[in-house]
């Protein structure tokens, strides 16, 4: 049962009990039309509205400014990837990439295969265990791409880097799980399936004066401009999808918004990192301490052998999702939005009481 | 209600009552896993086991060949008119479109913006109200572009023409909905939300040895090759709609397969051809009736202004969506797979009760 099972998925992850609830008191027949939200036309009024409330949600729960566009695409932040230096990477520019892991190593691969682009920082050196905060801009900079949250190795920009170059960041593991300043990015980007609801939905938040620089060469639905015109209705949209994204970020209102989101993420990370600190060496955490990451909790138990047998153990024990990912291997806990505070409390008595039969 | 609600919209549309009465009883908690099958991580075993559940119902259905491979994509049946060209067509290469409606015109548009197109055949001087038969093949040709089924215009082909080059055919409005020979065909794709689910799917059944032609220079998610080699698990996919697609695909294996639903969507389209053939030009069909669509019956009430009020009354009896893509105007009724036969009797029945109190 839900109440049994304790979800630290890395994405597809966790949505809020009650959002499913009320999506499935809805399911059949939405708001007494007589059909599923899924089975309306995406040009009708009732669909036209949620579509609608999504965006104003979105706007303010971010004090996103006038001046920027709310875009809903397809295609996840891997086609963002590419489309990033589709539209903004013309010949004799450079593009800057902050490489703190896997992501931004892919994000920079799609740019190189379209143009030139370089690493404006790295942290690869030190395993990716921290942010790099030393940026190193070149002349004619495009723009400059940074992961916000890295998903995999469990960092986290605390603070922006002050840059006079059009920034653009990937915060598809941690958008709207704090405020953010939007009028430091000249574009925001995240898939939704970790904090906004299910997979099949990508958000883009860009600045009007940059979108205008883009090329218009480009596909038509590879260009943002196609979506930004259309108010993301340029053809058919995830529907669904969008219905659920609005209703998370209802929730996230009743939640108290941003700010008590925040409070709440870090109460809950902090109960697992406590753990991993106080175990004299037990657990250990991947990331270097100032540079932790809220949404993905990344650690190991010092004996390999026992650390097969935690995992195993609490999978029995109903966590889901605690495996590293496979390219690294090791525990990680993701503690999205909307993973309960009961769960984190769990898993950290449960983290305490295996230390105390095997230490 | 749903009961009284007869839902004829052109896409997003109907889809099975059972399909969302089973997604709804599992929406909270899929197969006793305590999660939702959104909050479930695409790498995890209960996911890939809906994931290639449906892909191997897809197969059975359409009796695929062994040689085909089976993808589902992001990005709509927009995003397959632009990946098509920046596959497969080369410099001194060209490529044949059908012009059959709106749809081939967007296809054959996204082609030019990336290399050299023809049209091999075209109805538009008909107002596109038949299917054109009569190919004229260039040398040099690449593939050839067709639309199985005009969503607009309300045209459908019958019959294949045999071609010696490859043919791609998107079949976004009328996939599944009749057995298809799929070995005449190098490619074959469509956005699910007609005949197959939720928005945010793209199916696409494509040849293997076609396949292998594709150039390699393309942004990664942008190669049909790159989710053809993973499964289409080479990023998250849209779990949710794949997962619903999967149950209408089993739906449709109740139903007794494509021949009894083939059979059934020919009762279901001559009960409303019917009506309109016996109204003596009070109604009249868009389509030359030997190109008529199962899918999309298009017709118009011969007096304009009757036909207003033919539209405003059938909306107020619980009719959705009968009114013409707003390109063409006039009406149209939606009748896919999942459209009950019930409903199109009682549009019948309205349909000729109108004229009676109207003629
Ligand atoms: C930071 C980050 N960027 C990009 C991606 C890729 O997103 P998608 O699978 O939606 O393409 C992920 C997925 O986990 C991610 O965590
Ligand atoms: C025949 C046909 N092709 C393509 C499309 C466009 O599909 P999408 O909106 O998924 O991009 C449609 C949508 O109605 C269609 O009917
Ligand atoms: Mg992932
Ligand atoms: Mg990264
Ligand atoms: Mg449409
Ligand atoms: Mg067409």
């Known amino acids: 049962t839900r109440e049994t099972t304790y979800n630290f998925n890395a994405g597809p992850s966790a949505l809020p009990t ?34 609608n409330a999504a965006i104003e949600r979105m706007r303010k729960l971010y004090n996103i400014p006038e001046d920027y566009e709310v ?25 800057g990439y902050v490489m703190s892991g896997s992501w931004s190593q892919k994000a920079l691969k799609e740019a190189k295969m379209q143009g030139v682009a370089y690493e404006v920082a790295s942290s690869k050196d030190n395993q990716f265990k921290n942010i790099p905060m030393d940026w190193n801009v070149q002349d004619n900079t495009r723009y400059i791409h940074m992961t916000s949250n890295n998903t995999i190795y469990g960092t986290q920009f605390k603070d922006i880097p002050e840059v006079n170059v059009p920034l653009i960041a990937d915060m598809s593991s941690d958008i709207m799980s704090k405020p953010v300043d939007v009028s430091k990015f000249a574009m925001i980007y995240a898939g939704a399936q970790k904090n906004l609801g299910p997979s099949g939905v990508t958000v883009v938040i860009v600045k009007k004066d940059f979108l205008e620089t883009a090329k218009e060469e480009n596909p038509t639905v590879l260009q943002y401009k ?42 809950k ?12 060496g037990f657990y250990y955490g991947h990331a270097d301490k100032d540079s932790r990451s809220l949404m993905n909790i990344t650690f190991r138990v010092a004996d390999e052998a026992l650390e097969k047998q ?25 503690a999205y939005n909307a993973v309960p505070v009961a769960a984190c409390e769990a898993l950290a008595t449960f983290m305490k009481e295996f230390q105390a039969k095997h230490a």
Chains 1, 2 share one sequence.
């Open 71 to 95: 875009i809903f695409m397809q295609g996840g932040a891997s086609l963002q990837f590419s489309m990033i230096p589709m539209n903004f990477l013309s010949e004799g520019e450079t593009a």
């Open 226 to 267: 196609t979506h930004a015109d259309s108010n993301s209705l340029y053809h058919t949209p995830p529907t669904f999808g969008i219905y659920m994204l609005g209703e998370v970020l209802k929730w996230i209102e009743e939640q108290g918004g941003l700010e008590a989101v925040d409070r709440q993420n870090e109460m």
């Open 269 to 280: 990370a902090g109960l697992i990192y406590d753990v991993i600190d106080a175990s004299e």
């Open 310 to 334: 935690f995992l195993a153990e609490a999978a029995e024990a109903g966590f889901v999702g605690l495996n590293g990912h496979r390219s690294v291997g090791g525990c990680r806990a993701s």
């Open 18 to 51: 009650v959002v499913l609830e009320r999506a499935q008191a809805q399911l059949l027949d939405f708001e007494g039309n007589g059909m599923s939200i899924m089975e309306m036309s995406h040009r009708g009024k009732v669909y036209e509205a949620v579509h």
